[in-house]
C-alpha cells in the first residue's frame, strides 16, 4: 500500500500498537502518586540484579564447599595412606620372621584415630575403619609365627586399609574432582599410589616365601606394579600439561621421573625398596599438589565471587543514588510548576517556576513561564484598550437592527452546520469501528506469535532430549566395549583350561594302558612262579614266597590304576568347569546383546525427538501463515479506513462552506456592530466590569506590591442588564 493511500503511515501504525501494549502500564501507574511510581519501577529494576546475585553467590559458595569437602577428605586419605604404609612394612617383618614395629603400627593407628573422631562421619570412613582397627590390634597381640600364614593374615588388613583410603575418597567428593590437571592427581594420591605400595611390599614378601605357593601372588602384584606405575606416569604428564600452575608442572614431572628410574631399576638387588621409597614420595607429591590445586581453586571462587558482590552492591548504590538524583530532579520541578499554577489560579500572573533542567520539565516550565508572561500582557493591553471601547460604543446603536437580521441568518447557517455536524459524527463512529477492527486483527497477529514462540521452544526440548538420548548411545556403546573384552578373555580362558584338561587326559590314558599292562604281565609272572615253586617242592618254598609278593604287587598295581581311573574323573570335573566358563562367555555375550537393546532403544528415541521438532516446526510455520493472513486482514481494515477518510472529508468540504457564509454573515454582524454601539452609559458599565475582571489579576510585581499593602481604586459600578445583552450580542457577533 503506498503513502498516499495510508493516512496512518508506518510510525502511526506503530505509535498505535505501542500504546495498546503500554496501556496497562500506563493505567495501573496513572492510579499511583509519583513518589509509588518511582518505588515500583526501582523495585522491578533491582530485585531481579538482587536475586542473580544471590543466586551466583549461592553457586559459588555451593563450588567452595564441594572443593573444601575435597580438602577434608584429604585429611583422612593422608593419615591412612600412612597407616597402609606401616601396614606393609609390618607385614614385610612378620614374613621375613623379623618382630613387627608395634609402636609405629600403633602410632599410625592413634593418628587415624584423632581425624576419624574429627572427620570420619564426615568423609562416610568410620564405619570401615571400626571393622579394621580390631584386626590391626588383633594382629599386633598375636601375629602368625609362619610365614605363609602371616602373608595372608596382614595381607588382609593391608587390602582394608586401601580400601579405607578409596572409601574417604568416595565421600569427600575427591572421586568427582571437576579439575583435568587435580584429578590426576587425586587419583594417584587415593587410588594409584595404595595399589602400588601393596603390591611393592607383595614384591618383598614373596622372596620368604614359598614360591610355587604364592606364584599368582607375585604375577597379580607384578601387573598391578606395571599397572600403577603406566597410569601414574600418564596421569602426571595430563596434569604437567594442564595445569597453570608452573611449580606443581615441575614438581609431578621430578616425581615421574624419579618414578620411572625407579620401576625400571626394580629387580635390581634393594631394587623394590627403592620403588617403595620412591612410592611413597610420589603419594607424598600426590597430596602436597592436589591441596595445593584445590587451594587456588578455592581463592579463584571466592576471589570471583566476591568481586562480583564487590561490584553488584557498588553498581546498586550507585544506582539508588542516581534513582534518588532523578527522583527529587523531577519532583522539584514538578513542585515549582505546581505552585506557579495554583498562584495563577488566585490570579497571581508574577510567579514563575523555577526549573533549569534540560528534559521536558525544564521546557514545560520554561513554556508556563512564557504562558503567563503572555497572559498578563494580553490582560495589559485589554486594560487600556477599555478606553477605547469606551469611546467607539456609541456607533453600536444605529445597527442594532440590522444585527438582529443577521443573527437570524447566522441561526439559520448554524443549524445547516449542526447537520453537516452530525454526518461527520457518523462518519468518525465508522472510523472508530473500523480502527476496533484493526486492533482486533492485531490480536489476531499476536496470538500467532505466541503460538510461534511456543512451537520453537518445543524445538529446543525436543533438541535436549535427543542430545540426552546420543549420550545413553555413547554410553551403552562403551559398556558394550568393556563387556566384549570381558567375553574374549573369558573365552580365552575356557579354551587354555579345556587345552590342558585333554593334554592331560592324553597322557593320563597313555600312563593307565602301561600301567594295565605291566599289572598283565605281572600276574603272568606271579602264576608262572607258583607254578614252579610248587615243582621244586621243599627246595621252592622262598622262591613261592617270592611269587606271593609278586602278585601282591599286581593286585597293588590294579588298585592304582582304579585310584588312576578316578583321576580321570577328576580331569571330567576339569572339562565341567570349562564348561561353565564357557557359559560365563555366553552370559557376557548375553550382555552384550542388551547393551546393544539399549542402543537401539536410544536410537528409537533419537527418531521420537526427530519427528517431534518436526512436527513443532509444522505449527511454526501455521503461527507464520496465521501472521500473513492476520497482515492481510490488516490491509483491508486500513482500506476501509481509507473509504471512511475520504467521506469525512468531503463532510468537512460541506463544513467549510456552510463556515465560509457563516464567517460573510458574522462580518456582517460586526460591520452592523461598528455602525451601531451602544449607549455610553451602558459601554461605560462594559467596561467597569472589564476593569473589575483584570483587576483581580496581579501582572506585575509592583502591581503585587500595592495590592499587599492595601492600596487600589474603587470598583467601577456593576452593569445594567440590558447592557449585558447587548454585550453578549457583540461578542456573538466577534465569535461568528
Known sequence: MSKTSNPLGVKGRLASVGDTIAAPSRTFLGRLRLTAKFAVIGTVLIAPLLFAVQRYASSQNAS??????????????????????????????????????????RSAIADLEVVDEAIGEEVAASEAWSTLRPEIESLLSSSPSDPSEAFTAWSSVVNQSAALV????????????????????????????????????????????????HRDDATIASVRIDDAVGAITAGFGKTAGATADSTVASEVEAATAALLDAYESRTEPGGYERLRDTTVTTAEVSARNLRTLIDTRIEGIVGKRDVTLWVSGVAIVLALWLFAGFYQSITRGIRSILESLKSAATGDLTARADVRTKEEIGEMSEALNKALEGVAAALAAVSGRTDQVVG???????????????????????????????????????????????????????????????????????????????????????ETQRRASDAVSQVGVARDVVMSLTAAADEIGGIVELIEDIAEQTNLLALNATVEAARAGEAGRSFAVVAAEVKNLATATTAATERIRDSISAVQAGSSNAANAIAEVVTVIDGISEGQITVAAAVEEEMAMADEIGRSVARGAAGIRDITVSVGAINSSLDSVKAVTESVSATAQKAAAAGAEMASTARSNVAAATQTGASAQELNGTAAALQSAVARFVISPKAKAGAASGSGKKPASKPSSSDSKRDDLVGTGRAS
Open 166 to 213: 578409596s572409601t574417604a575418597a568416595d565421600g569427600s567428593n575427591l572421586t568427582l574432582d571437576p579439575d583435568l590437571d587435580s584429578f590426576y592427581l587425586m587419583d594417584a594420591a587415593t587410588t594409584k599410589t595404595p595399589a602400588l605400595i601393596a603390591a611393592v611390599g607383595v614384591m618383598r614378601d614373596v622372596e620368604f616365601l614359598d614360591p610355587e605357593v
Open 64 to 105: 567452595r564447599d564441594f572443593s573444601a569437602l575435597e580438602l577434608t577428605g584429604m585429611d583422612y586419605v593422608e593419615p591412612a595412606f600412612a597407616l597402609e604404609v606401616t601396614l606393609v612394612d609390618a607385614r614385610s617383618a612378620a614374613v621375613a620372621g623379623e618382630p613387627v614395629d608395634a609402636e609405629a603400627v
Open 392 to 478: 467607539n460604543a456609541v456607533a453600536l446603536t444605529d445597527v442594532g437592527g440590522s444585527l438582529q437580521a443577521d443573527s437570524a441568518r447566522a441561526v439559520f447557517h448554524a443549524d445547516t452546520v449542526a447537520n453537516l455536524a452530525s454526518d461527520l459524527q457518523s462518519d468518525t463512529e465508522r472510523t472508530l469501528a473500523e480502527v476496533t477492527t484493526v486492533k482486533d486483527v492485531l490480536g489476531e497477529v499476536t496470538f500467532a506469535t505466541e503460538q510461534l514462540d511456543a512451537d520453537m521452544q518445543a524445538v529446543s526440548a525436543a533438541s535436549a532430549e535427543l542430545t540426552a538420548a546420543v549420550r545413553d548411545v555413547a554410553k551403552v556403546a562403551d
